[in-house]
């Protein structure tokens, strides 16, 4: 007869992403159980506004080059082709929710007909 094993596999710290292009992000590896909803609002805050500044430089580079300006071009700036712009805008949206939500408070549950206040 086959003994059981009731061993666990040891789990990692922080948790895998599952995007391959990702990585685990300090404001989460570094948080304690109680600081995770606040290190996950810190992570979404930096997600959006790097985002944000990459539409303004791509916005900013179509400024200037529709306005001849291109001496005065940062290096750093390039334009996004359409799909990718729209894709980041997308990112900013969702990303904006998330934090929006993680960012309420919770409220307590309705009381229920039958409760009795104390």
């Given at each position: 007869?086959?003994?059981?094993?009731?061993?666990?596999?040891?789990?990692?710290?922080?948790?895998?992403?599952?995007?391959?292009?990702?990585?685990?992000?300090?404001?989460?590896?570094?948080?304690?159980?109680?600081?995770?909803?606040?290190?996950?609002?810190?992570?979404?805050?930096?997600?959006?506004?790097?985002?944000?500044?990459?539409?303004?430089?791509?916005?900013?580079?179509?400024?200037?080059?529709?306005?001849?300006?291109?001496?005065?071009?940062?290096?750093?700036?390039?334009?996004?082709?359409?799909?990718?712009?729209?894709?980041?805008f997308a990112a900013l949206?969702?990303?904006?929710?998330?934090?929006?939500?993680?960012?309420?408070?919770?409220?307590?549950?309705?009381?229920?007909?039958?409760d009795l206040p104390y």
């Open positions: 007869m086959a003994n059981p094993n009731h061993t666990a596999a040891p789990h990692a710290a922080v948790p895998i992403p599952t995007n391959p292009l990702s990585r685990p992000y300090w404001t989460r590896a570094e948080a304690s159980p109680d600081e995770h909803d606040a290190a996950t609002l810190a992570g979404l805050a930096i997600a959006i506004h790097a985002l944000a500044r990459v539409l303004t430089n791509s916005e900013a580079f179509r400024d200037q080059h529709a306005n001849s300006q291109s001496d005065t071009l940062d290096p750093g700036c390039s334009p996004l082709d359409t799909p990718t712009t729209e894709g980041l949206y969702f990303l904006s929710e998330q934090a929006e939500q993680l960012s309420q408070p919770l409220l307590p549950p309705p009381p229920h007909s039958g």
